[in-house]
C-alpha cells in the first residue's frame, strides 16, 4: 500500500490578498507542511493560466466575475484573473513546503479550464497525473488544500472514479462557498465513495 498526499492550489492567489482568496487559504499551512512526512509521496498541484484564459471574466465582455456562462464543454463559472502563469500570485505561498515529488501544472490551455489534478473540464482530457501514480504504484491518495467546493473537490470525485482511495482531510481544506457550493462538493465526494476526514 502505497499513500500520497495530494497537496492542491495552495497559491498566493487563493490566499487572502491574492486575485481569488479563499477565507483562511492561508491558516492550512502548517498543517499540511507537518503531514507531508506522513506520505511515501507528496504531489503538488498549481492552477496555471496564460493571460486571457477563457475562465476569467476579463475574457467576456459585458459577463462579471461569477457569472456562469456556457462553454463548449459545459457550464464554467468566470473568476477573476488569478494564477497566470509566472506571476507572483500564481506561486506557491511562501511558507508551503515544495519539497515534493511531483508538481503537476493545470489549467494551461487557453479555451478549457481544469479544476480537478486529473481531467480538465471536460472531464475527459487527462493532466497525466493518473498515469503517473498508477507506474509508482500508488493507490491511496489523501487530499487537502484550496479550494475545498472546487479543485479538491473534482480532483476527488475523479480520483475515486478511477479507483484510487481517496480521503479528503477538511481541516486542512478551505472553501470558496460561492451559492452552496460546499455543501453540493460535500454531497458529492460523499456519492462518490470519498472519505471526508476531520
Ligand atoms: C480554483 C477556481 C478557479 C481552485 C481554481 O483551486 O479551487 N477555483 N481556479
Ligand atoms: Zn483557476
Not at 508551503?96 to 489534478?117: N, P, V, W
Amino acid at each position: 500500500m502505497t499513500q500520497a498526499l495530494i497537496v492542491i492550489d495552495v497559491q498566493n492567489d487563493f490566499c487572502p490578498g491574492g486575485a481569488l482568496a479563499v477565507p483562511d487559504g492561508d491558516v492550512i499551512v502548517p498543517l499540511i507542511n507537518e503531514m507531508m512526512g506522513d506520505f511515501d509521496s507528496v504531489i503538488l498541484t498549481q492552477d496555471w493560466h496564460p493571460a486571457g484564459h477563457l475562465s476569467f471574466a476579463s475574457s467576456h465582455p459585458g459577463k462579471a466575475a461569477f457569472d456562469l456562462v456556457d462553454m463548449p464543454y459545459g457550464p464554467q463559472v468566470l473568476w477573476p484573473d488569478h494564477c497566470v502563469q509566472g506571476t507572483r500570485g500564481a506561486a506557491f505561498h511562501p511558507d508551503l513546503r515544495t519539497d515534493a515529488d511531483l508538481i503537476i501544472r493545470k489549467g494551461f490551455r487557453r479555451g478549457i479550464d481544469s479544476y480537478s489534478g486529473f481531467f480538465e473540464n471536460d472531464r475527459t482530457t487527462p493532466t497525466g497525473l493518473e498515469g503517473y501514480l498508477r507506474n509508482r504504484g500508488i493507490d491511496r491518495l489523501t487530499l487537502v488544500g484550496l479550494a475545498t467546493d472546487f479543485c479538491v473537490h473534482y480532483s476527488a470525485v475523479d480520483a475515486a472514479r478511477l479507483g484510487f482511495a481517496v480521503e479528503v482531510r477538511m481541516s486542512a481544506c478551505r472553501a470558496i462557498d460561492l451559492d452552496g457550493s460546499l455543501e453540493a462538493a460535500t454531497g458529492a465526494m460523499i456519492s462518490a465513495g470519498v472519505i471526508l476526514a476531520g
